[in-house]
């Protein structure tokens, strides 16, 4: 089974040369045949994961998450499986092994009657029943699965960052190999590796987020651990859809625009002596899979004279409207936003009266924040110089006979 899911980060994918030898962290390599020509090897502590359900990657209303190289929350059946404890040599009393290839790993794997683990496989054990966003759960701990990028310790002393299925060491310590391919419309040739967390821990230690590396390459952060059982043949095959960054829409589709409306505040829907609504909008694409609806809100006063605006960031998900970001108030005058070299960064010109600045819209894996000028005041109006107000009467000076 491989899922073709149309969706849209930033994948790692270094390069490296095979080597004909192994090694545990920190000694020399020694030959393969080491690992193949010896006796079956006592795999260690396993825990049995039963036949269920993966909601694979990141449901498309949570964040965060990389749009292109996660799913986009896709459910699967996995078939039942065993998987190791701790990354190989699983063993909770030792460092986790690194410096082998993919082959390597799988050769080392099979010397003890296993398999290397498919990244979905691993994807499950991490999530757990309950398809966690985090081994843990659903909400960031960040004491939980936390690691060094100088010392490898016991795989025992990670045991923190465990599954409800039992796995542990799951990040912290090394990047594991799998045996799948890195399916997300990169060059063919790259493999998918799970686990590693070392930085940036709320994004890197979700149990959807994975990596490419080149399957020869052997690194003192890459290990493996080995899974049991017939492999699940489920595979992310993840195209990429490109777009240009803004793209403006010739004209409003009134259902959309009420949709936007109704997910602004009860102020901003109701404006006295104006009315409000979106007038223009704009399709942003920070990343690929990815988009951002920036709309110009605008409201008229009653009359037509005079109005002010305010730029709004939306997400659309299914039937769900999620406002992203907003500024703390309205402005007299807004251009129409423009992307420079990073397609994660917008900038709109703003103005009221003799003020004028710029407001800043950064992506950075699903939310969105806005830096906008310190003179953009708290409120949902603005006074506009449009004519008189609605009963006012303005009474001109009587002209003088000569």
Not at 33 to 40: C, S, Y
Request: aromatic letters at 6%; glycine letters at 12%; proline letters at 8%.
């Amino acid at each position: 089974m491989t899922l073709w899911v149309a969706a849209s980060g930033c994948c790692k994918k270094p390069t490296g040369d095979s080597t004909e030898g192994v090694s545990e962290a920190g000694s020399a390599p020694g030959p393969l045949a080491e690992a193949t020509d010896a006796p079956k090897q006592d795999p260690g502590p396993a825990v049995t994961v039963p036949a269920g359900t993966l909601v694979a990657g990141t449901p498309c209303q949570r964040v965060p998450r990389i749009t292109n190289e996660e799913l986009e929350g896709v459910s699967l059946h996995m078939s039942e499986f065993t998987i190791d404890v701790y990354p190989y040599p699983n063993d909770p009393a030792q460092p986790p092994r690194t410096g082998v290839s993919r082959d390597q790993a799988e050769a080392l794997c099979r010397a003890r009657g296993r398999r290397l683990c498919s990244e979905l496989e691993w994807e499950r054990v991490c999530k757990g029943p309950s398809n966690h966003t985090y081994p843990y759960g659903d909400t960031f701990q960040a004491s939980k699965c936390t690691g060094s990028t100088t010392l490898l310790r016991a795989a025992g002393q990670y045991d923190a960052c465990a599954s409800a299925f039992g796995a542990k060491a799951l990040y912290g310590a090394v990047w594991e190999w799998t045996s799948s391919e890195w399916g997300r419309g990169a060059p063919g040739g790259l493999a998918a590796v799970r686990g590693g967390g070392h930085t940036n821990l709320s994004v890197r230690t979700r149990c959807a987020n994975g990596q490419s590396r080149s399957p020869g390459e052997t690194s003192a952060d890459l290990g493996f651990r080995c899974c049991g059982g017939p492999a699940n043949p489920a595979a992310v095959n993840l195209p990429l859809d490109k777009r240009e960054p803004i793209v403006a829409d010739g004209a409003v589709d009134p259902s959309l625009a009420s949709r936007l409306m109704s997910a602004l505040p009860a102020d901003m829907r109701t404006v006295q002596g104006f009315t409000p609504g979106i007038d223009r909008i704009w399709r942003w694409h920070p990343r690929d899979n990815e988009e951002m609806i920036i709309a110009r809100y605008r409201a008229t006063r009653d009359g037509g004279r005079g109005a002010f605006y305010h730029p709004v960031v939306f997400h659309l998900c299914g039937n769900a409207t999620v406002r992203s970001a907003k500024l703390r108030g309205p402005v007299a005058r807004m251009l129409d936003p423009t992307v420079g070299g990073d397609p994660q960064r917008v900038t709109i010109q703003v103005e009221t009266e003799a003020d004028k600045g710029e407001v800043a819209l950064t992506y950075g894996y699903g939310n969105v924040t806005a830096k906008q000028p310190d003179w953009v005041k708290q409120g949902n109006s603005i006074d506009v110089d449009g004519g008189p107000r609605p009963g006012v009467r303005i009474r001109l000076p009587a002209m003088k006979r000569k």
